[in-house]
């Protein structure tokens, strides 16, 4: 079972009869889009008996449901989709561990920000004059306000600052950690000893503009990864094993045995290796090897995790599970893999690498200088630490996020979700492409040739049966039907003949949509390959072939990659034949039947000589590279373990994403690039300043939310940079 | 300036319960579901 056990909820309904132990499940409803759904979903699952509540959360797109234990999840899935909603069973979210990070730095805002306004109320006044006895008051209080308020929200910056100097590097964090400390230290002995200038409220509203781009880019990680983790588990996570006597019940993938029989559905995963055993099917194994046409399988047949059953139920005994299985070697490269891209160095961390070193001379040199100029300990240290201040990289620290938070959220509304800011960094310096085929450039899915043989009539019956089935073929049907804009027909009496196809009644006549071996009452006598399914309407039969049609798209994307300077090549690990025929269309270049570690090692060829490669990959034999990449993406429709390994993710039928976000990602660095200029043209007037001992805390403090404010207002304007094209996606 | 002895320790007590607050805001969930928050009052309720 995958649900979630919590603390016992008090049901909101008392169950009848007893009270049972209720214990709480969670489903993804990708479905859910308005207050219409919220409505229909909690309403009609309260009806069903033995459920005590159900809650939608839909950001997340998400249903908690709490429901007495006799009933199984299953049973909760089948009553969702009597109510029109796919769902599935939602697993602890892999990506969700940084939710309380986001949390933590949340806080520390909230508290910086109460800090620094109580605290410039004090400051203002003293600006504005104050006799001494009250100064020192104002600065008394201001002490004990930002003193307990730098520690609580420093520490996020203190924290890292450390790692990277115990491992004798320097990040961003250094030069702020010690700009904080060091005029938090000299405003309490400015206050101990009745001084004029407190830089208390310099210190807290450096620390407050600082967290609050962390705290951006922390949102919107949190934002594409839940959006990310919504799309994750259709690949098989579980099956349904046979037990003795026939009954059947949930197991995780984890925990299959072999020796276990599953009983595997049209259209669901396979979650181990195993052998047929019962039923003849067509296996689509384009998410672990690449090949697009699928292949039959029959008792005796071995076949694979991760590969999709199209065709019948069948019964699979299970060979291998969880560690052993073919993908288990994929895992294993992936996990080298991945280990190049860590290597990178962001923006911001070769910013400070300059930075850092540069700033900390100044100061020092400073307080020599006025030290020779006979100026005392005192007032040297007192400049010393006004151009630390000043220096601090407010503006820096915020250069960077900013752009990149407003760029990732333009991103996000033409449906691209970006895993963290490093991902746009790496997507800006790309300048070659590998595409993988199947699911890629294609749907990856089957989709109907042509409908151009169908009228009105038939089109919409087609539809009225599609829709009532979850075989792969039903879906790819609905889904073209639905793109034509038909409207479905009043299908009567509808049923699903596992193994031969969908019949119904529809104006007095029986109409079907069968398996083209299959006739119409009759039983199957050959196995078909051939994807095709074929329509009975008034005793006419029309077949409708299917193949995995190209992303409607492909050609233009592939020009607008070009314009950008962005070769294409295709690296599939499909038949030649196969490839050859796309790779002709399209005018690419094209390697075929390439091994997970084949493709690899491609990616590493291409990065000894100096290519940043952005590799677009779906399946399971892409993961490897995907994670050894320069940087990845891949369509929402890909593997759980592609998902997971690319630094994006797209969703939708289109691949103009990917230039879209090649396009975004260049624009988000020519940004980042402005923002430190400006910065540097502050520092550049302001530093003078500081050394020559006119700084006080007033011109810091203007100077600090000046320089923050142009920034963030530059970064602002990425947001129209995603929809410049036109938005003509239709969204 | 009397007065000050009174309306600091105010004026901070004020800042002090709005973070309290938004402390309390947040660890009870209240920002989990935005969108959904926004959506229910759209729900027609059942007619009584």
Redesign the interface.
Known sequence: MNAITLPPVVPAKASPAETVPTIDSRFTVPGIR???C??KIE?GLALVPGVAAAR?????KRVAVSHADTLDADTLIDELRKLGFEAERAADNPLARDDAET?RL??AL??AG?GM??IM?FSVSVWSGTDAV?RGMFHW?SAL?GIPVVLYSGRPFFASAWMALKYRRTNMDVPISIGVILATGMSLYETLTGGEHAYFDGAVMLLFFLLAGRTLDAMMRGRARSGIAALLGRMGRGAQVVGEGGATRYVEADKLRPGMTMLVAAGESLAADGEVVDGRTTIDTSMLTGESDPRPAAAGDLVHAGTINLGNPVRVRVTAAAQDTAIADIARLMDEAGQSRSRYVRVADRAARLYAPAVHTLAFLSFCGWMLAGAGVYKALTIATAVLIITCPCALGLAVPAAQVVAAGALMRRGLLIKDGSALERLAEADEVLLDKTGTLTVGEPRPITLAMLGPRSRAIALGLAQASRHPLSRGLAHALRAEGVEPATVELVREAAGSGMVGRCDGAEVALLRPDVHAGGRADTLAVDLAVDLLVDGTRTRIAFADSLRPDVAETLAALKGQGLPAAIASGDRAEAVAGVARQLGLFATAAMRPGDKLALLERRAAIGHKVLMVGDGLNDGPALAGAHVSLAPGGASDVSQQAADAVFVGERLMPVAIAVKVARATMRVVRQNFTMAVLYNVLAVPLAIMGHVTPLVAALAMSGSSLLVVGNSLRLARAAGADGGKDGK | ?TILGFM?PL??AM??F??GT??WT?RSGQY?????AA??????E?PL
């Open positions: 308005c207050a219409g919220i409505g309403r939608v959360n839909l950001s997340a949390k949340i806080r909230a508290v109460f306004m109580n109320l009250t209080i306000i | 300036m600091i004026s901070l800042g002090l709005g973070l938004f402390f947040m989990e579901d935005m969108d959904g959506n229910r009052i759209l729900i027609d059942d």
